[in-house]
């Protein structure tokens, strides 16, 4: 049995299963309801579409970590309040190759998923009701109760008030051809705003049996995005074939063989290298100061010579760090600027994917240093981006 609950101040829910069962109250008054059926199974809870911003994003990436950081960065100009504030959950790709993305408050969904635990329900998928709504090659409308669910052909939607239908019906760019799919008994009852939209577009009529929460359950497939992701992840332990995690140990000790090995061999690859570039700083430390005979802690007597410039040394440091990290990173460097009083370096970068910048902060961050992306934009084939970087605990 599955319990459909949509989550509001006054929640509908629908149990499905031998027999379909249905009720509608707060959240307190649905667990009672679900006590008193003795109610045991899985849990879809929904998210009004009102509440929610289904769009499309284009990230130029095929990893999934990668996508998800540079998300917020493609969505953030779609949105009128903070991203800080909105939680993005990731969806499948439609026919144009773009990302379906789910947008809603971060205080929602904490709010939702409190309610739910404190009546004892704790749900594996949490999706949007707009998307239980059938789609297909054209516009797809669906009337439910009072809402009118949209849904456009990218795969996104919408939902809206049933009296501004017609209203919102014409300002959709793909409506010259709707499937209307519409309970049977709000045919008549609905036979003016259907008149007003077959003025504009090519209609064909769907008549429903079930109204309200029901129908859209009918069209529950169970690939709907789901918002249970980052921080709102849910883990479900399956118990698999002996003989497939047999298989999977002997692969995961031979790759934890491999990699120690080239982890081996990279260790014994960069000790002959610090030895090498020991020698170049040595070499170059004596052409640049040939009276100075202490090279025993190079770091220390180049800070020595810099002390009267501390801005000089900081730029330096930051500057050497960074440029000795960029060969094989397929970044290129645009323009540099150094801000003394803040203490940080500002590049303007261009490169081929986004998670090129990605990585390069990351690993600008793992030797010690302060890196974060400012901007970034993407162009036909080109991804331009600003990176601000200073030491590590430095102020600015």
Not at 248 to 267: E, N, P, R
């Amino acid at each position: 049995m599955t319990l459909f609950i949509r989550l509001a101040e006054q929640c509908d829910w629908v149990a499905t299963g031998p027999e379909t069962l249905a009720g509608f109250g707060t959240i307190e008054t649905v667990a009672k309801d679900l006590r008193e059926i003795s109610w045991q199974g899985d849990i879809v809870a929904l998210v009004p579409g009102e509440k929610v911003l289904l769009t499309t994003a284009i990230v130029p990436s095929r990893q999934t970590r990668h996508i998800t950081q540079a998300l917020p960065y493609a969505v953030e100009e779609k949105l009128a309040v903070d991203i800080e504030m909105c939680h993005i959950a990731l969806g499948g790709k439609n026919k144009s190759g773009e990302f379906v993305v789910c947008i809603n408050a971060l205080e929602d969904m904490r709010r939702h998923l409190t309610q739910l635990k404190g009546v004892g329900l704790e749900p594996t998928i949490m999706t949007v009701d707009t998307l239980l709504s059938p789609s297909g090659q054209k516009t797809c409308i669906t009337i439910e109760g009072e809402r009118a669910h949209i849904r456009r052909v990218d795969r996104t939607g919408f939902c809206a008030p049933v009296k501004q239908l017609a209203m919102v019906v014409g300002l959709i760019n793909e409506s010259d051809d709707i499937a209307l799919h519409i309970p049977d008994k709000k045919i008549d009852q609905l036979s003016m705003e259907i008149a007003q939209i077959e003025t504009k577009s090519s209609v064909t009529l769907h008549a429903e049996k079930e109204d309200g929460l029901k129908l859209l359950v009918e069209n529950y497939r169970g690939d709907e995005l789901n918002l249970l992701q980052g921080e709102f992840q849910v883990t479900t332990e399956k118990e698999g074939n002996k003989g497939v995690w047999r298989t999977a140990s002997i692969i995961a000790g031979c790759t934890l063989f491999l990699y120690l090995s080239l982890l081996l061999a990279q260790g014994a690859f960069l000790d002959y290298a610090a030895d090498q570039y020991s020698d170049e700083i040595s070499a170059l430390y004596r052409d640049v100061f040939p009276g100075d005979n202490n090279i025993r802690d190079l770091r220390r007597r180049w800070s020595a010579r810099l002390s009267g410039m501390p801005e000089a040394a900081n730029f330096l440091q930051i500057l050497g760090d960074t440029v000795a990290h960029l060969p094989g990173s397929e970044i290129v460097v645009n323009n540099i600027n150094y801000n003394k009083s803040r203490g940080d370096l500002v590049m303007q970068v261009a490169t081929s994917r986004s998670e090129k910048l990605v990585d390069f902060v990351d690993t600008l961050n793992k030797v010690g240093l302060n890196a974060e992306i400012s901007t970034i934009s993407q162009q036909t084939d080109l991804v331009r981006g600003s990176l601000k970087i200073k030491l590590f605990g430095e102020g600015g």
